[in-house]
């Protein structure tokens, strides 16, 4: 570890999965003073928060099993980042001055105003305090009322198999395909799963209206739903275009191939909320955590003086949740891309879990050890011209 005599103050942005790792990795140096900035007390496993809704799992964890002992957690909202006075303003009236900041303020869940009524009747899944609303009015209802989930993307089917395998009475209603992103042997996977726990698969449909005990499709008809859950779609916070950086259209933040801010190269991105050359990674935590660990060998470049490398991951696929004794395996190519094979039962079940353990042991591993988190790479991505682009 290196050391210098004046301490570097980073403020890191949002404690997910990107942000955590990236506070622990900063610690490779010994002269920088690390701020970690996140609206709660503890860390949100959100990659199991359809299981905290059917009350299989508690979701959080606290922050002092996973942050270096030099850490400070600031339990706040960050409204603006004033790029002039590098300081970081918060909701409390608080300011912290930065040298540089790591923008990890993840993504959020994107309920419609085009879709009447799902801002109001509609519940989401996408937030821990989201989840938590969910999981009190299903205590609410009857085993046996009916559940509609909005979205047939990843998040729908895990939260809709999650139900099902608890007996309730449940329609997941797609829009186009069920599991886009699939081989088609995932997909067959998964409507296999989803068809023997008696989910009422809708294809082809959308949610036109959310009413209090019912929902209205785009071809008309009307369902009975006493309650309904939206996850079609995400979007992200909008501190950065607040801040007067350039995003993207969702929102993300734009960034050349090392994660700095085209607008500001004090100001470095990471996870969901990153749009490198407009190209973004798939939203998803299996991305969060080498970006985070990236964008902190950044910052430490830049402190260094030494020119940053430019962002180097591959994917492995995806594992999607069918409620406790079951999962779909997608493998995939380095770019995303699925194979067309799948691995599914109670073996993906297994992998599925020991991946969501290690995702939080890792991000202590890295507070223990900075350094530790390693993820799969493919080589530098080609950056797009002006022709490409």
């Known amino acids: ?79 603006r980042i004033d790029t002039a006075s590098r300081r970081v303003e918060l909701a409390s009236g608080r300011a912290l001055d930065y040298d540089y900041v790591i923008y990890a303020v993840g993504s959020t869940g994107a309920v419609p105003a ?63 395909r069920l599991a886009p992103s699939l081989s088609e042997a ?8 989803l068809s023997e726990h008696g989910v009422t698969v809708l294809k082809g449909n959308a949610v036109a209206e959310v009413r209090q005990d019912a929902v209205v499709l785009a071809d ?25 950086l350039r995003v993207d259209e969702l929102g993300r933040l734009l960034t050349d191939e090392t994660l700095l801010s085209v607008d500001d190269d004090r100001v470095v991105a990471a996870g969901d909320a990153a749009s490198p050359s407009g190209r973004p990674l798939r939203m998803s935590c299996q991305a969060a955590v080498p970006l985070g660990v990236q964008a902190a060998d950044t910052v430490l470049s830049r ?49 599925k879990e020991e991946f969501c353990r290690k995702a939080v042991t890792g991000i202590g591993m890295e507070a223990r050890s900075p350094g530790a988190v390693v993820w799969q790479k493919s080589g530098p991505r080609a950056v797009p011209t002006a022709a490409s682009a």
């Open 1 to 79: 570890m290196t050391n210098d005599s004046t301490p570097h103050k980073i403020v890191v942005i949002g404690g997910g999965y990107a942000g955590t790792v990236a506070a622990n990795h900063l610690q490779l140096r010994t002269d920088v003073d690390i701020t970690l900035v996140n609206a709660r007390p503890k860390f949100v496993e959100r990659i199991r928060l359809h299981q905290f809704v059917a009350g299989d799992h508690d979701a959080s964890v606290d922050y002092g099993t996973l942050l270096g002992d030099g850490i400070r957690l600031v339990v706040d909202n960050a409204t």
């Open 114 to 176: 085009s879709v009447p009524g799902a801002a109001e009747f509609a519940y989401s899944v996408a937030e821990f305090e989201c989840a938590e609303r969910l999981r009190a009015r299903l205590a609410e209802l009857p085993a046996d009322a009916a559940v509609t989930v909005a979205g047939g993307g990843l998040t729908g089917i895990e939260t809709a198999a999650e139900l099902a395998e608890q007996g309730r009475t449940v329609t997941l209603v797609c829009g186009g």
């Open 186 to 193: 995932g997909r067959r996977s998964v409507a296999t799963w």
């Open 220 to 244: 008309g008809a009307v369902r009975h739903s006493a309650l309904t859950v939206w996850t079609a779609g995400f979007g992200v916070p909008g501190l950065a275009a607040a801040s007067g």
């Open 303 to 351: 402190i260094a003086g030494t020119a940053p490398a430019v962002i180097d991951q591959a994917f492995k696929g995806s594992i999607i949740s069918l409620g406790r004794h079951a999962a779909t395996m997608q493998p995939a190519h380095a770019d995303d891309t699925p194979l067309d094979t799948c691995v599914d039962g109670r073996r993906a079940a297994e992998i």
